[in-house]
């Protein structure tokens, strides 16, 4: 016969055990670190300057997307396609595409050969008119106001106009004349524009260098000559400018001549050698970034 005061001390038990049990304990959630702006500071370096399409390949193909675009000369010709939203595999198609005689319309005239229309109404057809400050991604087109030698960042307006004003290579290409003032190429003051992308609020800064050293090589022919005095010139902005960057990316292309467009394959494969070189340690320092960021 059931007696509950036979049971009552183990019933005493169980619910002496019940009230002092532990309470469940959630498992932590991991925390999530910010994402730093990344930035692609793309240098020039003319025809070197399809290496930056192999560079923006990889990099994006290992889910690695600059929030951020600045380009100098060649750079901002690559730069202001990747932040109108061009996919990789359509720049490269471009790259393919493009022919010298769509870049460069001849003159005569004693401050330049090329007038610089063309490149201007390429890149505006390419944006689909669209002006800076309307891309897909923020966008600096790096120049140099010629009267002055002060180094300006075209961020609002007319994106072929900028990007013309950028590359254009004093006695080469004709100075830009833009609000009553003379712009012309942006290598003489900031070869890899780094220190714009910072202007731009950028976190993280990816240089893409593709200028050639000075005395890498012997210069012949007027355009190498050209290249070689640029180069010479801008040797102390670059350091600077690179310092400055987090990381920096420098394809294998001082092989390549500045006017040498039918090398593009091989200064595709350059920038995407470079790239993939520089993977580890750009996840290394962005992981780095995002912790210091996060006050871990």
Known sequence: MFSVKRFAPVLALLLCACGTQSPIVQP???????????????GG?????????????VLEANGISADIVT?????????????????????????????ESNLTDFTLSTRGFIKG??????????VGNRP????????????????????????????????????????IFLPVDIGGKRYVDGGLVSPVPVSAARE?????????????????GKATGFLSILDQSLNIMSVAGLAQELR??????????????SAAFEARNQAIAAGEAA?????PQIRKLLQDKARVMAGA
């Open 71 to 99: 380009g100098t000369s060649a750079g901002s010709v690559v730069g202001s396609l990747y932040a109108a939203g061009y996919t990789p595999a359509q720049l490269q198609s471009k790259a393919a595409a493009l022919d």
């Open 132 to 171: 800076i400050e309307k891309l897909a991604k923020p966008f600096g087109a790096v120049a140099t106001e010629l009267d002055t030698g002060r180094r300006v960042v075209f961020r609002l307006g007319n994106t072929g106009q900028a990007v013309r004003a950028s590359a254009s290579i004093p006695n």
């Open 117 to 126: 229309e063309k490149l201007q109404g390429f890149i505006n057809k390419e």
């Open 275 to 279: 790239a993939r070189q520089a993977l």
């Open 45 to 57: 370096g003319a025809a070197k300057g399809f290496a930056h399409v192999g560079v923006i390949k």
């Open 28 to 42: 932590s959630q991991p925390k999530i670190l910010p994402k730093p702006r990344i930035a692609l500071a793309l």
């Open 200 to 216: 731009m609020g950028a976190d993280f800064v990816i240089a893409v260098d593709i200028s050639a050293r000075p005395g890498k």
């Open 244 to 257: 400055a960057a987090d990381v920096i990316i420098q394809p294998r292309v001082q092989n390549i001549g």
